[in-house]
């Protein structure tokens, strides 16, 4: 059955090399992949960390950001006393963000290893655990700038995202064996204090609900 989950994350990073009030650039339109922006003139380096940002990088240049390691949480409440917690690691998560154009760049980002940890709980005890590790799903992203990569006080993007199925079942954010993904926008604006304000939403199309049966186990 096909679902489609509509979301948005809001998110205030404290930013100490970039600002809103940056002196506007020369006109980079006429660079390309193979006609790539002089280093004198790029702009500067905004990592997803906090959110993901709404600039690209330029044209004919690329970004690599590793990540160590990252740590999830979640629970859910599936009514009465059920309910499944997932605590996941991921290490040397990778993301390269390549540019095509001045205002257009292709991300993709691969995880390498993660492991898995889902607990099912009755009543607050323990009753069943599984745990899986290894390669997780890639997923690649188009991302154009609208307004905002060089200068100015805000920044729009509009973006396509596509999950690959890389991952074994219950491997990854989603390890669900399925094609995902679609449109998303990206906002930030300058605040004071050298802080910028992050607003990411996006709308998942999806074919596989979120059930219980990733524990291979039937739930009366």
């Known amino acids: ?33 193979s006609n790539p922006t002089p280093g004198e003139s790029l702009r500067v380096w905004r990592t997803d960390h906090a959110g993901i940002v709404p600039y690209t990088i330029d044209a004919g240049h690329f970004e690599a950001d590793i990540t160590g390691v990252t740590y999830g949480y979640d629970e859910q409440d599936f ?10 690691w991921s290490y040397g998560i990778t993301q390269i963000k390549l540019g095509l154009l001045n205002r257009l760049d292709a991300e993709v980002i691969i995880r390498p290893y993660q492991t898995i940890t889902d607990t099912l709980k009755v009543s607050d005890f323990p009753i069943f655990r599984e ?19 060089d200068s100015g006080k805000t920044a729009l993007s509009i973006s396509g995202d596509v999950k690959f199925p890389t991952a074994e079942h219950g491997i990854g954010e989603l390890g669900n064996g399925q094609f995902e993904g679609g449109p998303g926008l990206e906002f930030a604006a300058q605040l004071p204090w050298e802080s910028e304000l992050r607003v990411n939403s996006a709308i998942d199309f999806s074919r596989t609900p979120a059930t219980l049966d990733k524990l291979h186990l039937p739930i009366c």
């Open 1 to 33: 059955m096909k679902r489609i989950v509509l979301y948005s994350v809001f998110v205030m990073a404290c930013l100490t090399s970039s600002r809103g009030d940056e002196t506007p650039a020369d006109d980079k339109s006429s660079h390309t992949l």
């Open 79 to 88: 009514g009465g006393s059920t309910r499944i917690r997932t605590e996941s």
């Open 131 to 149: 745990t899986v590790s290894g390669f997780g799903d890639v997923v690649s992203r188009l991302k154009l700038n609208v307004w905002g990569n």
